[in-house]
C-alpha cells in the first residue's frame, strides 16, 4: 500500500486524530497510548519523503 496523507491515504490521518482524541486520562495508560501513537506516526511516513515523491512525479 503507498503512504500517503492525500486522497487515497487520508485514512491515516483520520486514525491519528481519533489515537489523540483518545488521549489518556491517567498517567498509568499514557505509555500504551503513546505506543500505539508512535505505531501510527511510523505507519504514515515521512512527510518530506512524499514530497520529494510528489516533486519527483512533477518533473517527469
Known amino acids: ?5 492525500l486522497p487515497g491515504g ?3 490521518g ?5 489515537r489523540y ?9 499514557l505509555a500504551d497510548w503513546a505506543r ?6 511510523a505507519e504514515s511516513g515521512s512527510m518530506a519523503d512524499l514530497a520529494e515523491a510528489d ?3 512533477m518533473d517527469g
Not at 1 to 5: A, T
Not at 14 to 18: E, Q, V, W
Open 10 to 12: 487520508g485514512w491515516i
Open 21 to 29: 482524541m483518545a488521549y489518556p486520562e491517567s498517567p498509568q495508560e
Open 55 to 57: 516533486i519527483a512525479a
Open 36 to 41: 500505539r501513537a508512535d505505531a501510527l506516526w
Open 1 to 5: 500500500m503507498e503512504k500517503s496523507f
Open 14 to 18: 483520520a486514525k491519528i486524530y481519533k
